[in-house]
């Protein structure tokens, strides 16, 4: 080998040293890559390792996300269930519309609760020439409401279930007196204020008189086009606020034929709509009264009803709706 080496010219040993340097550095370069591709398939056979955990991982999570799932679609369905049928039992137990028709064919109750359950409610009783109306608005709405609402009804019955004849005043007063005790509002540990607002009519209809106390409440009378306010007492039913000095009187209206009188509570007042977002306010209720107050009862019913979702629009119902009418 040697031999032939030397037999070589200087430039060929030039040009063999020079392959073997490149074959050198090709070799070098053959290393690193080889080694980089090593580098790559382990860093492959663990990603792949990392990649069936969190596959696994992702699988047990959607296992219990799809558990979850089900029981609150159970719970939900029992819930829906349960306070579907406490409607039934609530619209069974106010009185209704057609109740109202019945003592007076020129007439309507607007009844729109927030929720499936509402705490406002319509109150009825009828005893010889009079008759007592009530438009109750309790404490919340949904499933508090309703209970206050159902607790309001039956405290109202076992005022007037003797038959009495009892001024608008003494029944609120009483009313109240059995919300405070029912609620055990004025025991030492009491904490609860919930309670109710309500305008509550006694219609004599011997002597065409509308006897009114409100708490809180006002009662609408439209005589001659325009809306006379008839303002109710600012203490509300139940709660130790006054320390339990809650004070209601009565206001003496007459009324003739063709003459009207409404009761609401505040949720149509305060439903928000228009183009500028805002409360709907007694007085535009005023004005719509005074503009359509002629309209037979049940026409005027449906148009309250358009003008009201016209006024709501893609806004939410801010609170249970209660309105109801008479014309004499």
């Known amino acids: 080998m040697e031999n032939e080496l ?45 990649e069936r955990e969190m596959k696994k991982k992702l699988s047990e999570t959607l296992d219990e996300l799809n558990n979850t799932r089900q029981i609150v679609e159970s719970q939900n369905k029992r ?42 409610f319509p109150w009825l009783y009828e005893v010889g020439d009079y008759l007592y109306l009530a438009a109750v608005d309790c404490t919340g709405h949904g499933v508090p ?47 609860s204020n919930d309670g109710m607002d309500i ?37 509300p039913i139940g709660g130790m606020h006054y320390k339990g000095l809650n004070k209601f009187t009565d206001t003496v209206v007459p009324y003739t034929e063709g003459e009207s009188m409404f009761l609401f509570t505040d949720g149509l007042p305060d439903q928000v709509g228009g183009t500028e977002k805002r409360k709907l306010m007694t007085r535009h209720l005023k004005e719509f009264i005074e503009q359509n107050g002629n309209l037979p009862m049940q026409e005027f019913k449906s148009t309250l009803y358009s003008y009201l979702n016209d006024w709501k629009g893609n806004n939410k119902q801010v609170d249970d709706i209660l309105i109801l009418g008479i014309n004499f």
């Not at 159902?150 to 007196?177: A, C, Q, W």
């Not at 219609?203 to 409100?214: A, P, Q, T, V």
Request: hydrophobic share 35%; proline share 4%; charged share 25%.
């Open 199 to 235: 305008g509550l009519c006694c219609i004599d209809k011997k002597n065409k008189e509308i006897i009114f106390s409100g708490a809180h409440r006002p009662l609408f009378f439209l005589r001659n086009g325009n809306v006379e306010i008839i303002s109710g007492d600012k203490f």
């Open 6 to 50: 030397q037999e070589m010219s200087p430039e060929t040993l030039t040009l063999l040293q020079k392959e073997n340097e490149n074959l050198k550095t090709e070799l070098s370069g053959l290393k690193l890559y080889f080694t980089e591709l090593e580098e790559t398939n382990n860093h492959l056979v663990s990603a792949t390792w990392r």
């Open 79 to 120: 819930i829906t269930e349960s306070i579907n049928y406490s409607r039934k039992i609530q619209l069974a137990i106010n009185p209704t519309e057609q109740d109202l028709l019945t003592y007076n064919p020129n007439s309507f109750i607007l009844y729109l609760p927030k929720d499936v359950i509402s705490g406002d």
């Open 145 to 191: 409401g309703a209970m206050m609402s159902m607790i309001g009804n039956l405290l109202l019955n076992d005022i007037t279930n003797d038959g009495k004849i009892l001024m608008p005043s003494v029944i609120l007063r009483r009313l109240h007196e059995a919300v405070v005790k029912t609620l055990k509002q004025d025991s030492s540990d009491g904490n």
